[in-house]
């Protein structure tokens, strides 16, 4: 699923004209770690972490590459209920 159209939009409102860089970092990221596209949980959690700031984006791409459970853990979606944070975040789906 990757990049999906709500968290594009946070996306393009968080890093304006770097908006399609930061969609291809969290694409090849995913196929990098998952050999596909990945849940929308995945890049979310890149987006709620980073939060418009540019290092905190970097560190979040490390970490999907090194163990993607600690980048939910890191952005407050990782057990049940994950789906309303979300939604709060990017609108609902």
Known sequence: MAVTGRIAAVIARQYGSDTDAVISLIEEAELKVFHKPAHERIAAAVIIYAD?????????????EIDWRDLLFDAHIENVGWE???????GAG
């Open 52 to 64: 418009g700031d540019v290092d905190r984006f970097f560190r979040a791409i490390r970490e999907m």
């Open 84 to 90: 309303s944070k979300v939604d709060d975040y990017f």
